[in-house]
């Protein structure tokens, strides 16, 4: 089984959730089958990931699936529409999930297979804050500023 699910606020989407809700009530799933799960994130950086790839093994191991692999492709807003044949970044992982889709092996078993980002994360950061700084600039409002100073 191969699930691909985007990252919301570090932790899986709703629908997700209650996919894996309803695999659960069947009981004639649990067992011996191989699962992976594959996570996109907007972002660079793989640690906003951590939490869903943790909650991903927990249903793993509830379910006694054998899971082969997580993987993490981070930074997918840079694909905007464009297609995946075409992302050398994004075909490379998904070559190495099929090699371990069709050749698993005991000494693969949970690996975290991880997209290198298209940017390193410091320079996602900092133009990511020129552009926030431009916005709040003309939206006249003030980068430091919290969201509730000005209610009286």
């Given at each position: ?148 100073d000005n209610i009286h």
């Amino acid at each position: 089984m191969l699930i691909c699910f985007p990252l919301y606020f570090d932790t899986l989407p709703y629908p997700l959730i209650a996919l894996l809700e309803e695999l659960q009530s069947h009981q004639e799933l649990h067992g011996e089958r191989r699962i992976i799960f594959i996570v996109h994130c907007g972002l660079p950086e793989v640690s906003h990931c951590q939490n869903a790839l943790a909650i991903c093994k927990q249903f793993a191991e509830f379910m006694n699936f054998i899971h082969i692999a997580s993987v993490v492709i981070p930074d997918t807003g840079a694909i905007d529409g464009g297609t995946v044949e075409k992302n050398k970044r994004i075909t490379g992982i998904l070559d190495q999930i099929t090699e371990l889709i069709n050749n698993p092996c005991e000494t693969c078993i949970a690996e975290t297979l991880i997209a290198k980002p298209s940017m390193p994360p410091v320079i996602f950061r900092f133009f990511g804050n020129m552009i926030m700084k431009y916005f709040a600039g003309k939206n006249k409002v003030s980068v430091f500023q919290k969201g509730y100073d000005n209610i009286h």
